[in-house]
């Protein structure tokens, strides 16, 4: 929620945090985030993390008891993004919904033996 709402630079947008794998000692922690926009976008909103990263440490410190504050990096997690790229390649591949074939229609009823015809 930081990294949202606390955080002033404005290189840091469109972020969301994807994972976060900490160490076993926890004196370190790697934050995966996703950055919507190009890659000049993504590198930038990195650089502003890392800036951000003391602060960012300082609100953690803020809000855990533990002997050390883990020092955080930051990483794109592409994740996001190939799964968008795979969604829009299903969508140009395979055919739209709206033109799926018609359901095929109920087989014709046999004719009741109990009725007659005359």
């Given at each position: 929620m930081a990294i949202l709402t606390e955080v002033r630079d404005p290189r840091v947008r469109d972020v969301t945090v994807t994972r976060v794998e900490m160490a076993p000692d926890m004196r370190s922690a790697l934050v995966h985030v996703s950055v919507m926009g190009n890659s000049a976008k993504e590198q930038l909103a990195l650089r502003g993390l890392a800036n951000a990263?003391?602060?960012?440490?300082?609100?953690?410190?803020?809000?855990?008891?533990?002997?050390?504050?883990?020092?955080?990096?930051?990483?794109?997690?592409?994740?996001?993004?190939?799964?968008?790229?795979?969604?829009r390649v299903l969508d140009d591949v395979?055919?739209?919904?709206?033109?799926e074939p018609a359901a095929a229609a109920p087989p014709d009823q046999p004719d009741d033996p109990t009725q007659d015809d005359s």
């Open positions: 990263a003391g602060f960012l440490q300082s609100r953690i410190a803020d809000r855990i008891d533990t002997r050390y504050t883990p020092r955080l990096r930051f990483e794109l997690d592409a994740g996001v993004k190939h799964s968008l790229e795979i969604s395979l055919p739209a919904a709206d033109t």
